[in-house]
């Protein structure tokens, strides 16, 4: 980008069955036209489409050099859910005259509140790709911590309307700690169990000891600290040179 002005590549996501017709577009509309034009050869244009749980499906080259490199959908969902995180403040930050309690009673100086980084459908739509690999095809129920992850199961739903067989969820708030010890999780073979956020998995621990949840039916959306539940999580926030820089 410094030296160009342009990215090396630019990848295009969409769902398995929007293949074609987006390929179709990108060769006759103006606007996309002389978008790649304006790329003048320099960037490779890669279009890529995914099933139901998240899965690539097809490559296709569309314009520009050959790709240097071999892009894969895990290159890139946790450094860009990271930059929403960031971008979007999904920190809460204590002064010097206040800090905060968890849900789980800990005391913080900061904590995470999903509902900041819920702000652009474009995102939104782009957390509950990043969502589907831990959302089972057969699954008809997400249980939720807390209110703000209806718009991630709305995302989720809007993804799997595209796919033949896919149901869509139906999603039941539990209200985080305050609510899961007399919470009825009636049907739990057949359900998932979406977190907002977490530093340690505690509340993951709860549904399993409780509740009868396997660690692969509860999912973190937001991570940052060590989990000791060994459940799913979407995007890990914690600092990577590698993996996740920012």
Known sequence: MEQNLV???????VREPALDATKQSLGKDSQNVATIARLAGRATITLISYDSVGTEVRRVHITGPASKRRVKLEDFKRRAITSI??????????????????????????????????ARGAEIAFIGFCTLPYVPKHATTAYLDTPSLYAVVAAINEQRSSFTG??????DNFSSYAGVGNFRFT???DSI?????????SLASQLMAEH??????????????QDRSASNIVCDLGHDARENED
């Open 85 to 118: 995180f960031n971008t979007r403040h999904g920190f809460v930050e204590s002064t010097a005259t206040y800090h905060f309690e968890n849900p789980s009673g800990r005391h913080t100086e900061r904590f995470i509140r999903l509902s900041n980084i819920l």
């Open 193 to 201: 169990v979406l977190i907002s956020a977490s530093s340690s998995g």
């Open 187 to 189: 049907r739990a073979s």
């Open 7 to 13: 990215p090396d590549e630019v990848v295009l996501l």
């Open 212 to 225: 009868g949840f396997s660690a692969t039916q509860i999912t973190h959306l937001l991570f940052l600290g």
């Open 166 to 171: 896919s149901v869509p969820l139906l999603a």
